[in-house]
């Protein structure tokens, strides 16, 4: 498939503002939770405070309790509170300090039964090779034993429109956007190196046409556990929408090379931001749980059916998703998507894989799940 600046164009990465995104929700009263009783970690969401959008351990906290049992999560860096003054390799140490903090809060128990950022994963630039190893120690340190993964950018796309997306949705940082090929540079892989001695995980994203370079880091680092976001990547826009049936085999042929390395897991998500193509933030009136599940349940039977549920697991990916409807109606679909799957199957999708993956305390399941 050719690069041409004649490629259709790629929506923005927010189609609306969090203001207009709350009188959009209102356009339809909030669903129900299915299975409310079902705990659930949110294996991968956010927390910032920038300019157009405050989301914070308040806001989450909302999400939260608006019906479903999460009872953890896992909070993913996305270049939120970096420090402002230090050496530049150490600014992303910020970040993890923060998650800290909020996972503290979280911990004296009175905000509820979640557990917020139970995990971390934070960032330490990789392609600074063996120097790495003394970042990842003081990035342990800060994080009182939270901090369980590393997320390095890695996500590039040849198409100009799809590379000024991620930039533009990146708030000036280098975690969201890569590269060409980054993940083959010996620095990086130097860098990459150095995680499993301290027994930590590598938080990948790619898009789909990159996953073959997913599959030689797998065979590559074997003793490091791989965990790949947003479903691998599955881009429907631009010159990808042209050509989506092509573009969803290109990434499921490569879903089942990468399930063949046993130390890769999958985090199914991230189908509410824009870039995958399913178009709902275009809709006037939120879609609903059961018009979410109909347009995603082709790519989350694709990942559960490569991976098997003991290495999948599901996250929220908020506040990006949000784009495409409210948390309690995301989770909805997820659990109608899977509503035939067995109450162990359940339990691995909803939180013992993220519990496993991440090391976090595995809840309990009531005896009637």
């Known amino acids: 498939m050719s690069t041409s600046h004649a490629d259709p164009p790629v929506p923005a990465m927010y189609r609306r503002t969090p203001d207009e995104l709350r009188a959009w929700w209102d356009r339809r009263d909030p669903e129900p939770a299915l299975e409310p009783e079902l705990p659930i970690i949110?294996?991968?969401?956010?927390?910032?405070?920038?300019?157009?959008?405050?989301?914070?351990?308040?806001?989450?906290?909302?999400d939260a309790n608006?019906?479903?049992?999460?009872?953890?999560?896992?909070?993913?860096?996305?270049?939120?509170?970096?420090?402002?003054?230090?050496?530049?390799?150490?600014?992303?140490?910020?970040?993890?300090?923060?998650?800290?903090?909020?996972?503290?809060?979280?911990?004296?128990?009175?905000?509820?039964?979640?557990?917020?950022a139970e995990g971390v994963v934070g960032r330490v630039d990789l392609t600074v090779g063996r120097a790495a190893g003394v970042l990842l120690d003081r990035a342990l340190h800060i994080s009182s034993g939270r901090l369980k993964s590393i997320r390095h950018g890695l996500a590039w796309d040849p198409s100009p429109g799809i590379s000024a997306?991620?930039?533009?949705?990146?708030?000036?940082?280098?975690?969201?956007?890569?590269?060409?090929?980054?993940?083959?540079?010996?620095?990086?892989?130097?860098?990459?190196?150095?995680?499993?001695?301290?027994g930590l995980a590598f938080d990948l994203f790619m898009f789909h046409p990159q996953l073959g370079e997913a599959v030689e880091l797998a065979r590559s680092f074997p003793e490091t556990t791989i965990v790949v976001n947003h479903a691998g990547g599955p881009l429907g826009v631009g010159r990808y929408a042209t050509g989506i049936s092509e573009s969803r085999s290109v990434w499921r042929d490569a879903l089942v090379r990468l399930a063949a390395e046993p130390n890769v897991v999958m985090k199914i998500g991230g189908l509410?931001?824009?870039?995958?193509?399913?178009?709902?933030?275009?809709?006037?009136?939120?879609?609903?749980?059961?018009?979410?599940?109909?347009?995603?349940?082709?790519?989350?039977?694709?990942?559960?059916?490569?991976?098997?549920?003991?290495?999948?697991?599901?996250?929220?990916?908020?506040p990006p998703d949000g784009q495409s409807g409210r948390y309690v109606t995301i989770w909805n679909a997820y659990k109608r998507i899977t509503s035939l799957a067995s109450a162990s199957e359940k339990a691995d999708l909803y939180h013992g894989t993220a519990a496993r993956t991440y090391d976090l305390v595995r809840p309990t399941t009531p005896q009637h799940a």
């Open 42 to 62: 949110d294996a991968h969401h956010h927390l910032w405070d920038r300019a157009r959008e405050r989301y914070l351990l308040e806001e989450f906290l909302e």
């Open 272 to 318: 509410g931001m824009p870039l995958f193509g399913f178009g709902m933030e275009e809709r006037e009136v939120p879609p609903t749980s059961e018009q979410l599940a109909a347009a995603w349940s082709a790519t989350v039977d694709t990942c559960i059916e490569a991976f098997g549920s003991n290495r999948c697991m599901f996250e929220s990916n908020l």
């Open 66 to 116: 608006s019906g479903h049992r999460i009872v953890s999560s896992v909070y993913v860096e996305a270049g939120s509170m970096y420090r402002a003054s230090g050496p530049a390799e150490e600014a992303p140490l910020g970040e993890i300090e923060f998650a800290t903090g909020v996972a503290a809060m979280s911990a004296s128990g009175r905000y509820g039964e979640c557990r917020v």
């Open 165 to 198: 997306v991620r930039k533009a949705g990146s708030s000036g940082t280098s975690s969201r956007f890569a590269t060409e090929r980054l993940s083959e540079s010996p620095a990086f892989r130097e860098g990459f190196a150095e995680l499993a001695a301290r």
